[in-house]
């Protein structure tokens, strides 16, 4: 909570106005609440340092959360969904920016905690996309800025227009936002192999998965700079994410086949960056080591076995030692000297990644 926070307790200062909270809403969001009905400029003037200073540095969702609870005017201690998100991992929730939904916005002029988690993109009530750009400034809407339900330069959040969602990417949402899923019938197309997966679990596979989708990993190639990651911009991204889950275990096979004949075009345009599919596997394994993603590392040495042309050593301590032995792509220099390669078989090897073709031939 910074240098500060170490030495001394940060409070909240009792307005006179005190409202309660909504059961889903954004702790942050409440206090800019709470400053507008009473007159503050900014929220920040209702944190202090032991009732006398202001605390000047922008609170996160969990700091801002704790504080509340404390209170019970704020009913904080008693909103069972807000306590929820806030027992997730503090790496999912958005600090800086607000996402929204103009729909629910104009039903009920608050932020809602959902909308500030990184794996929110959907308003499931609504099934439209989350905006988190204004349309008139085209800047993102900052906490604190301290306008709740405007932006700094005028517009009122729900006159935004919106934009329905795919079914499978509704689906999506809902299995990262841990709706139960046995209450709702769509959610019965969920893939077996996800339903094992604990919130933490989903969140991290859905935020380390987007990023080695093919278009996302091309996007990057194209650009040295890393443009913001707004909703706008990533919905071809997670649009394809939905289908690929929706799919289950065979779209995760679809995935790793995709990155093979990625770094095959890399390959004859002789872009000869480290190859994407042994980056993606060696991440895989040292992200999800646990059982839960046992199934998709078994995928991956199935698929490794059977297609991929490139030796396997026991230098590649990821895998286990039947498929190392069992692998049928050899060294070069193993094979030439075990079946007595020529040089220009050698050569051809090395060109086509073809030396177990050559060893067939040798053995016949």
């Not at 409070?11 to 609440?33: A, F, H, N, T, V």
């Not at 679990?201 to 996302?216: D, K, N, V």
């Not at 050698?346 to 016949?364: C, H, M, P």
């Amino acid at each position: 909570m910074g240098k500060i926070a170490k030495h001394y307790k940060l409070s909240i200062l009792k307005p006179i106005i005190r409202p309660k909270c909504y059961q889903d809403e954004s702790p942050m969001g409440y206090l800019i609440r709470l400053a507008e009905l009473n007159g503050y400029k900014t929220y920040k003037w209702l944190v202090t340092i032991e009732g006398l200073i202001t605390y000047s540095r922008m609170l996160s969702h969990i700091e801002a959360y704790n504080l509340l609870k404390s209170l019970s005017w704020t009913g904080f201690n008693q909103a069972n969904e807000v306590n929820k998100v806030c027992n997730y991992s503090a790496d999912n929730l958005n600090l800086n920016n607000v996402q929204y939904c103009p729909l629910c916005l104009k039903e009920n002029n608050y932020f809602r905690i959902n909308w500030q988690m990184k794996t929110a993109f959907t308003c499931l009530k609504h099934k439209v996309w989350l905006k988190d750009i204004c349309p008139t400034c085209k800047e993102p809407i900052k906490y604190n800025a301290s306008l709740l339900g405007k932006c700094p330069c005028g517009m009122v959040l729900a006159n935004q227009p919106v934009e329905d969602i795919p079914s499978s990417v509704y689906l999506l949402q809902q299995y990262l936002f841990d709706i139960d899923l046995d209450s709702i019938s769509s959610t019965q197309q969920t893939p077996e192999a996800y339903l094992k997966f604990t919130i933490t679990e989903r969140t991290e596979y859905y935020l380390f998965m987007s990023r080695w989708l093919p278009i996302a990993i091309l996007e990057r190639r194209k650009s040295n700079k890393r443009a913001n990651s707004t909703i706008n911009l990533l919905r071809e991204n997670i649009t394809a994410f939905a289908d690929f889950f929706m799919q289950g275990t065979s779209g995760f096979w679809e995935l790793v086949e995709q990155l093979n004949e990625l770094d095959k075009q890399y390959r004859l345009e002789n872009k000869l960056e480290k190859l994407v599919f042994n980056k993606f596997y060696q991440y895989f394994y040292k992200k999800f080591p646990n059982d839960n993603f046992l199934i998709f590392r078994r995928l991956i040495e199935k698929y490794i076995k059977k297609f991929w042309r490139k030796q396997l050593t026991y230098r590649n301590i990821l895998f286990n030692s039947t498929l190392i032995k069992s692998h049928p792509w050899i060294p070069i220099n193993q094979a030439a000297k075990e079946f007595k390669l020529t040089p220009a078989e050698i050569r051809r090897a090395i060109k086509d990644e073809s030396i177990i073709v050559l060893i067939k031939q040798k053995e016949n």
